[in-house]
Nanobody
Framework: QVQLIESGGGLAQAGGSLRLSCAAS????????MGWFRQAAGKEREFVTA????????SYADSVKGRFTISRDNAKNTVDLQMNSLKPEDTAVYYC???????????????????WGQGTQVTVSS
């Protein structure tokens, strides 16, 4: 089992940057694919990005490709999300998630993820 705690959310202006971090506790962090999802008010939770166990493979939603970067440090049990060129439509609660499913390509469906953090609010003003 793994526990996840996100940090780094807050308020940013359009065009600005924020960096989210997710700290995992529990065993075998390196055995999990890690993902970031977000949920805007009144909308369903959506996939943002995910990374493989070793960090060698990543997936991004088209809406964030080229602006967001996911990375992980298995020695520190952390996964980060660097968000650049933020847009007002990036405003949402961002969730870190972990799954033991997958071989090479990270999973992009929320239903595939077993463990979730409590979420951190990101607000982008225009």
């Amino acid at each position: 089992q793994v526990q996840l705690i996100e940090s780094g959310g807050g308020l940013a202006q359009a065009g600005g940057s924020l960096r989210l971090s997710c700290a995992a506790s529990g065993r075998a962090f390196g055995s999990y694919f890690m993902g970031w999802f977000r949920q805007a008010a009144g909308k369903e939770r959506e996939f943002v990005t995910a990374i493989s166990r070793s960090g060698s493979s990543t997936s991004y939603a088209d809406s964030v490709k080229g602006r967001f970067t996911i990375s992980r440090d298995n020695a520190k049990n952390t996964v980060d999300l660097q968000m650049n060129s933020l847009k007002p439509e990036d405003t949402a609660v961002y969730y870190c998630a972990a799954t033991s499913l997958g071989l090479i390509t990270p999973r992009t469906q929320a239903a595939d993820y077993d463990y979730w953090g409590q979420g951190t609010q990101v607000t982008v003003s225009s």
